[in-house]
């Protein structure tokens, strides 16, 4: 059971370039989400899929697009990266008994230059 | 737009003391929750508190409530230089969708 899967674990982009981070778990959670976390900034929500087939904005939305290709894994694209997406990205799944507790995989080292 | 602010920012601490940090929030709750994160790792789940309840424990962790001052606090006996971590609460700000916001985090060093 290896929980919440993040690649890469590190990225350097130029800015333009396109790329995407994929998230898969293993727990047979319906709820999925991606964070981006900034120094002294705490964890922003980019998006959110409560169910397979179905995403929702977050927070910070712009800039990004989500894919959630089924119930394992949910993907993060950046189609144009800026500057201002150096951050780091979080991944994690909500127990659904509780439906609150997250569960986080180990992030996304993102740095466009 | 944070949530939670949690105070102090930073806290350094001597093993074996007690560690507080505080959290407050601004809307209404249905629950709040504490995190802890490791450099260079994802947040882990600690422990949750619902709007109803004032008091929890789990461990060395206990997490008090105050909805009417729309504050939390989460206390650490005993500190060891492996609770050295960031230390985040977050809330759903009354959703039912599972959304969570969190604060900035309050760094927590342990000292051997």
């Known amino acids: 059971n290896a929980g919440v899967t993040q690649t890469p674990k590190f990225q350097v982009l130029k800015t333009g370039q396109s790329m995407t981070l994929q998230c898969a778990q293993d727990?047979?959670?319906?709820?999925m989400y991606w964070y981006r976390q900034d120094p002294g900034m705490g964890l922003r929500l980019i998006y959110y899929?409560?169910?397979?087939?179905?995403?929702d904005k977050g927070e910070v939305p712009n800039g990004y697009n989500v894919s959630r290709l089924n119930k394992r894994e949910f993907s993060l694209r950046l189609e144009s990266a800026a500057p201002s997406q150096t951050s780091v990205y979080f991944c994690?799944?909500?127990?659904?008994?509780?439906?609150?507790?997250?569960?986080f995989g180990p992030g996304t080292r993102l740095t466009v230059t | 737009s944070q949530q939670g602010e949690e105070d102090p920012q930073a806290l350094s601490i001597q093993e074996g003391e007690n560690a507080t940090m505080n959290c407050s929030y601004k809307?209404?709750?249905?629950?709040l929750q504490w995190y802890r994160q490791n450099s260079g790792r994802g947040l882990v789940h600690l422990i949750l508190?619902?709007?109803?309840?004032r008091e929890k424990h789990s461990g060395r962790l206990r997490v008090t409530l105050d909805t009417s001052k729309k504050s939390s606090s989460l206390l650490i006996t005993a500190s060891r230089a492996a609770d050295t971590a960031s230390y985040f609460c977050?809330?759903?700000?009354?959703?039912?969708?599972?959304?969570?916001?969190f604060g900035r985090g309050t760094q927590l060093t342990v000292w051997p």
């Open positions: 994690a799944s909500v127990v659904e008994d509780t439906k609150y507790e997250q569960y």
């Open positions: 727990m047979n959670h319906n709820s």
């Open positions: 899929s409560a169910s397979e087939g179905t995403t």
């Open positions: 809307t209404s709750i249905n629950n």
């Open positions: 508190i619902r709007s109803n309840e």
């Open positions: 977050a809330t759903d700000r009354g959703s039912t969708l599972g959304r969570l916001y």
